[in-house]
């Protein structure tokens, strides 16, 4: 099995940490790694610069950043919760 590298952004829960460590990901959390409040496009050009995917529940708040932003890779953006929404480069084996 694939893994992946995944940023949790800072309204997922610590479940979600949980589920996807025990899957084999390596999994951090944004307020972790930056502190509290940090910008959604902040978020998206570090997991772009990094080729990390981010986990979200705003993703209303990453698709206008994520179509408008030149990241010069592709980048992952999943909703966490039961639907997934798929991007340029969206992995399938998370």
């Known amino acids: 099995m694939t893994t992946a590298q995944i940023l949790l952004d800072e309204h997922v829960g610590r479940v979600f940490d949980r ?12 307020k972790d790694r930056f502190g509290e409040y940090t910008t959604d496009d902040a978020l998206l050009q570090w997991c772009a610069d990094n080729s990390v995917v981010l986990v979200t529940n705003n993703v209303s708040d990453f698709e206008p950043l994520h179509r408008g932003h030149d990241h010069g890779r592709d980048t992952s953006l999943l909703r966490a919760g039961a639907s997934r929404h798929r991007f340029r480069g969206a992995r399938e084996d998370c």
Do not use: P
Request: glycine fraction near 8%; proline fraction near 0%; charge should be positive.
């Open 19 to 30: 589920l996807l460590r025990k899957r084999g990901h390596e999994v951090e959390q944004a």
